[in-house]
């Protein structure tokens, strides 16, 4: 694949304890496009080779061109992604999502490369995910969003 550049990002997901409040907050200081929605979803993910179950709230807003993804954890069948950023007492900026129609290419050159792995992944509908194991790099998670 040669030298990779990302672009752009998509997403920036963001984790929190109360979906309400954080509601309040970023609709008085961002200027979303549309009307806060705050829904509840359940997901399956595999998080390092288990498969997990979880509700969530979440929030899904554009902004600047940008999809911003507000989350709150309710309940969990097991340790994933979100369970563990909290555990380690973190709130805020969870991943940097980026769109892709080539998520394998991507996942074998940051395997290749950096010797990063997918840690969970999963899929909403016809759109699959991956987030690569980052968070030692970055602070955050990187999210392959394929299309």
């Keep these: 694949m040669g030298e990779l550049k990302l672009s752009n990002f998509d997403q920036i997901g963001i984790l929190v304890k109360d979906i309400k409040k954080a509601a309040e907050f970023y609709s008085a200081l961002l200027?979303?496009?549309?009307?806060?929605?705050?829904?509840?979803?359940?997901?399956?993910?595999?998080?390092?080779g288990n498969e997990v179950e979880f509700k969530m709230k979440?929030?899904?807003?554009?902004?600047?061109?940008?999809?911003?993804e507000i989350i709150e954890l309710l309940e969990s069948s097991g340790d994933h992604l979100y369970s563990e950023f909290l555990k380690e007492g973190k709130v805020?900026?969870?991943?940097?999502?980026?769109?892709?129609?080539?998520?394998?290419?991507l996942i074998m050159h940051f395997k290749n490369t950096y010797k990063i792995d997918v840690i969970q992944s999963g899929k909403v509908g016809r759109v699959k995910f991956y987030y690569?194991?980052?968070k030692d790099?970055?602070?955050?998670?990187?999210?392959?969003?394929?299309?």
């Design 137 to 147: 790099i970055f602070g955050y998670y990187l999210e392959l969003i394929a299309l």
């Design 132 to 134: 690569l194991n980052t």
């Design 31 to 48: 200027d979303f496009k549309g009307k806060i929605n705050i829904v509840e979803q359940t997901s399956t993910v595999n998080y390092r």
């Design 58 to 68: 979440k929030i899904m807003q554009n902004f600047s061109g940008k999809q911003f």
């Design 92 to 105: 805020g900026l969870h991943h940097l999502g980026v769109y892709t129609k080539d998520a394998e290419s």
